[in-house]
């Protein structure tokens, strides 16, 4: 006669068969679904410090008025034709769904344009977009979001799939606009990625920092290592 399994002795077996293999959690910790991690980082004078958290110009900080990281949120930002979202371990998904997408901060930021008059924007392109636009727009309380005051990238415009890039703006030299920004209070900053949909971005971090001057700005990184290897 054949001996019935005890439950004790199911329960044994059952925990022998497991040896060696990692419990569900932790096989979900070993693989998590692909997060948007940073590749293919450009070059430039103006970079991302992760171990102390700012942004900085040749190794030297730059102080900010704002500063965005979008840890696990979005910070209070929207996107007016896409949607948005938090990126996974950190960052901001934005989808341009429609034409003419328009990333804003949210309003009240009473930020001194003089004091603060630099833009930084750290973003990685995931899905390639059919028109680059980079224009930055702003409001104050003089004025809303118009094409007679806005900014175009100094460095870091139009990145590849893949590429990761900071876009600065100095504010202090508009595209249009003259000295609007260093003579006002900054209510809201506005940018948009691509003139058409279908392009995609991870939003890494924003701020607002004092300016070191467009000559500081346009020095090149690798001009500025070879000077100093003599």
């Not at 500063?67 to 896409?82: H, P, R």
């Not at 202090?172 to 506005?190: V, Y």
Request: hydrophobic share 45%; with cysteine.
């Amino acid at each position: 006669m054949k001996s019935i399994p005890t439950l004790a002795g199911v329960a044994a077996a059952l925990l022998l068969s497991a040896c060696g293999q990692p419990a569900p959690w932790a096989r979900a910790a070993a693989a998590p679904q692909p997060s948007q991690a940073v590749r293919n980082e450009r070059v430039q004078a103006v970079a991302w410090n992760e171990g102390a958290g700012r942004f900085e110009l040749r190794g030297a900080p730059l102080r900010a008025g704002r500063l965005w990281t979008f840890e696990g949120a979005t910070d209070g930002f929207v996107l007016a034709g896409g949607e948005v979202l938090p990126s996974t371990p950190a960052g901001l998904e934005v989808r341009n769904l429609g034409p003419d997408a328009a990333l804003r901060s949210p309003k009240g930021l009473a930020l001194d344009g003089e004091r603060y008059s630099l833009v930084l924007v750290r973003l990685t392109r995931t899905r390639a977009g059919a028109e680059w636009d980079g224009n930055l727009f702003y409001s104050t309380e003089a004025h809303g979001e118009t094409g007679g005051f806005r900014a175009k990238p100094a460095a870091g415009g139009d990145p590849a799939p893949g590429e990761t890039v900071v876009l600065v703006y100095d504010m202090a030299n508009l595209k249009a606009g003259g000295d609007d920004w260093i003579a006002s209070l900054i209510d809201q900053i506005r940018l948009d990625t691509d003139d058409a949909s279908g392009g995609a971005f991870v939003v890494h971090q924003v701020a607002v920092t004092e300016n070191p001057g467009a000559a500081a700005l346009a020095q090149s990184p690798l001009r500025t290592a070879r000077i100093a290897d003599h």
